[in-house]
Nanobody, 120 residues
Framework: QVQLVESGGGSAQTGGSLTLSCAAS????????MRWHRQAPGKQRELVAA???????NYADSVKGRFTISRDNAKNTVHLQMNSLKPEDTAVYFC??????????????WGQGTQVTVSS
């Protein structure tokens, strides 16, 4: 069974840092784009950062210069380093990946989400 499992969420104070990680497991053949999304209470889910298999990145304007997405293709993992955290970064963060899996199926997978809470 293919799944994405996030870790690293928790609480931080304004200006602090947290690192999120996401690992793909199961019959994964190849991973294309990997992304982090977030959803705050009462708001729509939004794309925070994305990274291609080749390492090209893009970020939401609200996190540029503060968050860094990276991946380890050998370990099928993606990370989100979050610095200079603000209360408005409080949300559930979801890992998402476009993957080829056995038996030769390509689709998007989602993790279960991890809570990030930033206090002022």
């Amino acid at each position: 069974q293919v799944q994405l499992v996030e870790s690293g969420g928790g609480s931080a104070q304004t200006g602090g840092s947290l690192t999120l990680s996401c690992a793909a497991s199961g019959s994964v053949l190849s991973i294309y784009d990997m992304r982090w999304h977030r959803q705050a209470p009462g708001k729509q889910r939004e794309l925070v950062a994305a990274i291609t298999k080749g390492g090209k990145t893009n970020y939401a304007d609200s996190v540029k210069g503060r968050f860094t997405i990276s991946r380890d293709n050998a370990k099928n993992t993606v990370h989100l380093q979050m610095n200079s955290l603000k209360p408005e970064d409080t949300a559930v963060y979801f890992c998402n990946a476009d993957m080829w899996v056995e038996p030769l199926t390509r689709r998007d997978y989602w993790g279960q989400g991890t809570q990030v809470t930033v206090s002022s």
